[in-house]
């Protein structure tokens, strides 16, 4: 019910801001006087900009498991998986959240993410590689940051942030569309002609990549709160451990879609940072060290 009361309060949130903004700097009557409607391009920019969105969440678990191969653990098969399944409960008990499912997925890089559009009834999944190459106390300490980021209710939260942006980007690249639009016309008319159709894929584009700096400047951000609930919740040395042998390997690769769900992130430098999920683990270990 908190999740929903959030989507509807910030859906709200996000009309009334681009209505201000829209009646502020007079946008609504000039597009009146020109024929525009700006309401039902504010509905419609909220519907597909949070719609996307949500089938997304709705569907992660989904996708996540036929995307990496992933086998739930129903019934143990071995004595790994047991305590696979033990420990993942023990921390869930601890943040007081419901069982997640528990899954493996073939990898021989060592990687993990969780996902699920509730808190009660998510995904956490671990490769074979994690398996084979960490210690218990530091595989621990992975699953312990994966249950934080279930707990901390990171993917309903990034899914809100991925909405409010999408309908800022649809909103205002068919804003943009309509003005040039207008331009290129002989009577000042909107027509919707090629100008428009082109100015809207170009603004979208230019508008959709400065959109995603926001949602991966939230995205590293709960990665240091994720390591600090990891920390918690296994032991600090031992989420220090974690990361330090993540810093060792290369982790396994994950879909795009999965990318900002996993336990590491992608190397990048220069501009290439602000495109980041994850921050470096260089920054998130100095973090649990108290040395940022």
Request: proline share 2%; charged share 15%; hydrophobic share 50%.
């Amino acid at each position: 019910m908190k999740r929903i009361a959030l989507f509807l309060l910030t859906n709200l949130a996000v009309l009334l801001v681009l209505s201000v903004i829209a009646r502020v700097t007079g946008l609504d009557r000039w597009l009146a006087v020109h024929g525009g409607d700006l309401s039902g391009l504010l509905v419609m920019a909220a519907v597909f900009g949070f719609g996307g969105s949500l089938i997304s969440l709705a569907m992660s678990k989904w996708m996540a498991k036929r995307a990496m191969g992933v086998r739930v653990i129903d019934k143990p098969a071995n004595a790994d998986e047991q305590w696979l399944l033990s420990t993942v409960q023990a921390l869930a008990t601890q943040a007081r959240i419901g069982m997640p499912q528990v899954g493996i997925f073939d990898s021989p890089q060592p990687n993990a993410f969780a996902t699920g559009a509730r808190r009660d009834a998510a995904l956490v999944a671990v490769s074979t590689g994690l398996l084979r190459g960490m210690s218990r106390s530091e595989v621990e300490a992975v699953l312990g940051h994966e249950i934080t980021h279930v707990a901390n209710g990171d993917m309903v939260t990034l899914t809100l942030i991925q909405g409010v942006v999408n309908t800022f980007v649809i909103f205002l690249s068919r804003v943009v569309g309509s003005i040039v639009d207008r331009a290129m016309s002989r009577d000042g008319e909107s027509r919707g002609g090629i100008g428009y159709f082109v100015t809207v894929m170009v603004t979208q584009i230019v508008f959709g990549i400065l959109a995603n700096l926001i949602v991966m400047a939230f995205s590293r951000h709960r990665e240091f709160r994720a390591d600090a609930g990891g920390a918690q919740l296994a032991g600090r040395n031992n989420m220090i451990a974690a990361l330090e042998r993540l810093k060792s390997a290369h982790a396994a690769a994950l879909p795009t879609q999965m990318a900002a769900f996993g336990i590491s992130g992608g190397l990048a430098s220069g501009i290439g940072r602000l495109f980041m999920s994850h921050p470096p683990l260089e920054e998130r270990i100095a973090a649990l060290q108290g040395r940022l």
